[in-house]
């Protein structure tokens, strides 16, 4: 079945340094991406969506300028987390549609702790 | 605003005992109705879905939804649950099959011996 793969897994970094994200999307193309953010015993919140050969959308709330997001490709897409700080520490997640099958395919997840 | 609610943040059930979990949405139409499961430190795993059709969707693992539109809810349930699905449950809603997907907050379920 469709993936969606992550990398890194986990990453820590110093605060004030930036830290970029890949969401791929293996064995199918994603014109749309989603990126959410998951704190500690909380639920997934979206933070934006990525569109391929456009910018991004974000949800309100969330700083498109400390958060970019670029579509690179119909099979990436990148997040990058800039001058992060501890409260930017939370576990990433993307998502996929799954080809019009409601659901999407949603990756692993990256652990971001920032220091 | 389009809007899920999980209201049992924690459920606690012996083994083998039945389970349901809660959902309920806010909506103007039928939305995708989904239940995920998250263990710790994981990624989502998709239970289950529905759009329409047979009110009462079987899913993996065992778990069974019941969707009620009179009362815009979305139930999860298990007959006898094991241990290992000890993890959290939540439940989410789309407007259409490719796009964004919002999340309740969450039910986490505790499993005791």
């Known amino acids: 079945g469709a993936v969606v793969s992550q990398h890194p897994s986990w990453v820590i970094c110093k605060s004030g340094t930036s830290v970029k994200i890949e969401c791929r999307s293996l064995?199918?193309?994603?014109?749309?991406m989603f990126w959410y953010r998951q704190f500690p015993k909380q639920s997934l919140m979206l933070m934006a969506t990525?569109?391929?050969?456009?910018?991004?959308?974000?949800e309100q709330g969330v700083e498109k300028d400390k958060f970019l997001i670029n579509h690179a490709s119909l099979t990436l897409s990148t997040l990058t987390v800039t001058s992060a700080h501890p409260e930017d520490s939370s576990f990433y997640i993307c998502?996929?549609?799954?080809?019009?099958?409601?659901?999407?395919?949603f990756g692993p997840g990256t652990r971001l702790t920032v220091l | 605003a389009q809007s899920v609610t999980q209201p049992d943040i924690h459920i606690t059930v012996s083994e083998g005992a039945s389970l349901e979990l809660r959902c309920n949405y806010s909506?103007?139409?039928?939305?995708?109705l989904f239940w995920y499961v998250q263990s710790p430190g994981q990624g989502l795993q998709l239970l289950l879905k529905?759009?329409?059709?047979?009110?009462l969707v079987q899913g993996i693992k065992g778990f069974e939804a019941e969707f009620k539109r009179s009362q815009s809810s979305f139930n999860l349930r298990k007959p006898s649950v094991h241990w290992s699905d000890a993890a959290e449950y939540f439940c989410?809603?789309?407007?259409?099959?490719?796009?964004?997907?919002?999340f309740g907050k969450g039910t986490r379920l505790h499993i005791l011996p």
């Open positions: 998502s996929a549609p799954d080809r019009g099958r409601a659901g999407g395919v």
């Open positions: 989410a809603v789309t407007m259409n099959r490719d796009d964004k997907i919002i």
């Open positions: 909506y103007g139409a039928t939305p995708y």
């Open positions: 529905y759009f329409s059709g047979d009110t």
């Open positions: 990525s569109n391929e050969g456009s910018k991004a959308t974000y």
């Open positions: 064995d199918f193309q994603a014109t749309t």
